[in-house]
């Protein structure tokens, strides 16, 4: 179905929305919903973790500022992604397949996108070549980091065929 070995996606903006007005990200539980064609479009593929070339691998990749920032501990951060997950994929994600950055902006760490950092951990728990993963997500940051990694990007316009403002 899809000619990608691994499909990385964002979380925020992408797979999620924060319900708190004027808050960029959920700080903690209650605060934030899939958007609506999340899960409809992710059952369309036949999800595989890594080491097993039955299907396509998954991952998620994503900024967690906030942490850094004090405003939740990283242990809520993994917490609220994994329950992303969960409730986009339908299953309970393998260990290592969500990567997060804690740091806040311009701290010079390798992790935070548009850095390739959590790109390339996911590429090397896939032993995958990156010319074919999809990374998928809403931001220049994210567009710069699949560059940054030599993968490919689909603005979640193409691949949710969704507005990012929606």
Same mark, same amino acid.
């Given at each position: 179905?899809?000619?990608?070995k691994?499909?990385i996606?964002?979380?925020?903006?992408?797979l999620?929305y924060?319900?708190v007005?004027?808050?960029?990200?959920?700080?903690?539980?209650?605060?934030?919903k &899939?958007?609506? *064609?999340?899960?409809? #479009?992710l059952? @369309?593929?036949?999800?595989?973790g890594p080491?097993d070339?039955?299907?396509?691998?998954?991952?998620?990749?994503?900024n967690?500022?906030?942490v850094g920032?004090?405003?939740?501990?990283e242990d809520?951060?993994?917490? &609220?992604?994994? *329950?992303t997950?969960? #409730?986009a994929? @339908?299953f309970?994600?393998?260990?290592?397949t969500i990567?997060?950055?804690?740091?806040?902006p311009?701290?010079g760490?390798?992790?935070r996108k548009?850095a390739p950092?959590m790109?390339d951990?996911?590429?090397?728990?896939y032993?995958?070549d990156?010319s074919?993963?999809?990374?998928?997500?809403?931001?220049?940051?994210?567009?710069?980091?699949?560059?940054?990694a030599?993968?490919?990007?689909q603005w979640?316009?193409?691949?949710?065929?969704?507005?990012?403002?929606?």
């Open positions: 179905m899809t000619k990608y691994l499909i996606f964002d979380a925020d903006g992408t999620r924060c319900t007005p004027g808050q960029p990200c959920p700080n903690r539980a209650g605060e934030w &899939l958007y609506p *064609d999340v899960v409809e #479009k059952a @369309g593929f036949n999800w595989a080491g070339e039955s299907g396509v691998g998954y991952g998620i990749a994503s967690q500022g906030g920032s004090g405003y939740f501990a809520t951060a993994m917490d &609220l992604l994994n *329950d997950f969960i #409730k994929f @339908g309970t994600p393998v260990e290592g990567q997060m950055c804690p740091h806040i311009y701290s760490c390798s992790c548009p950092g790109l951990n996911l590429i090397d728990l032993a995958v990156p074919t993963v999809l990374f998928v997500g809403d931001r220049d940051d994210d567009k710069n980091a699949a560059s940054n030599g993968c490919h990007f979640i316009s193409e691949f949710f065929n969704r507005n990012p403002e929606e």
